[in-house]
């Protein structure tokens, strides 16, 4: 079963606009939700995480905006750039078990 | 620091072969988490492995496929009598103990493997 849906399946901006990819887990057991970025060839790599006692969580260009209630979460890229082109994947982590969404692929054109 | 090492990083089988892929853990990391990515899909939970133990194996077909982390050496995720349909990047991923503040895997590079 799906445990964490992931929408839009791609996604493409323009130089300086802003990605928006939303997420939505159904377990409340979940504890931690990270967002992965994964560049072609290569293993995904952490990009930024967030716990379900804070609303928002932003480094550099990039924010989660987490909605317990909803069960809900959202990655935002601020001013992006074309090497921000990648897949992304959010997930959901509970206890050594870490469920990811089927991805986003972003391209950002010049 | 070396980070988490997959060999090979691609691989070639005929359909009924066998197919090993080896993951070497982050230094200090004793937890192995392998997943499959399809082509156009995301990452699939296969097996979870601490030394010497199969944790969680939910994710492994149930036929053809094993892993196992020994005392010593890397992990490895074999798959028997290999067919089309296994064509996929398998992914390791490596934390250390359980119940800290960074729930964070590194994961490898990748092994890539078609099957012809």
């Known amino acids: 079963q799906q445990q964490v849906k992931q929408s839009p399946q791609s996604l493409i901006v323009q130089k300086g606009g802003i990605s928006i990819i939303n997420c939505a887990y159904e377990?409340?057991?979940?504890?931690?939700f990270p967002w992965y970025q994964q560049f072609p060839g290569k293993g995904p790599a952490l990009l930024i995480a967030?716990?379900?006692?804070?609303s928002e969580k932003k480094e550099g260009r990039f924010t989660i905006s987490f909605n317990k209630s909803a069960k809900q979460f959202s990655l935002h890229i601020m001013d992006s750039q074309p090497g921000d082109s990648a897949t992304y994947f959010c997930?959901?982590?509970?206890?050594?078990?870490?469920?990811f969404g089927a991805g986003t692929r972003l391209t950002v054109k010049p | 620091n070396a980070g988490v090492m997959q060999n090979p990083r691609h691989l070639v089988r005929r359909r009924g072969q066998e197919a090993r892929l080896r993951c070497s853990p982050m230094k200090g990391h004793s937890h192995v988490y392998w997943y499959r990515q399809l082509p156009e899909e995301g990452l699939k939970f296969m097996v979870y492995?601490?030394?010497?133990?199969?944790?969680?194996e939910s994710g492994m077909p149930k036929e053809r496929f094993s892993a196992e982390f020994p005392k010593e050496g890397p992990s490895i995720l074999r798959i028997q009598q290999v067919v089309r349909g296994d064509s996929a990047a398998y992914f390791c991923?490596?934390?250390?103990?359980?119940?800290?503040?960074?729930?964070?895997?590194?994961f490898g590079s990748g092994t890539r493997l078609t099957v012809v």
């Open positions: 377990n409340t057991a979940f504890d931690y």
């Open positions: 967030i716990r379900p006692d804070v």
């Open positions: 492995l601490q030394k010497e133990n199969i944790i969680d």
């Open positions: 997930a959901a982590f509970k206890r050594n078990d870490m469920r």
């Open positions: 991923a490596s934390s250390p103990m359980t119940r800290i503040l960074n729930y964070g895997y590194t």
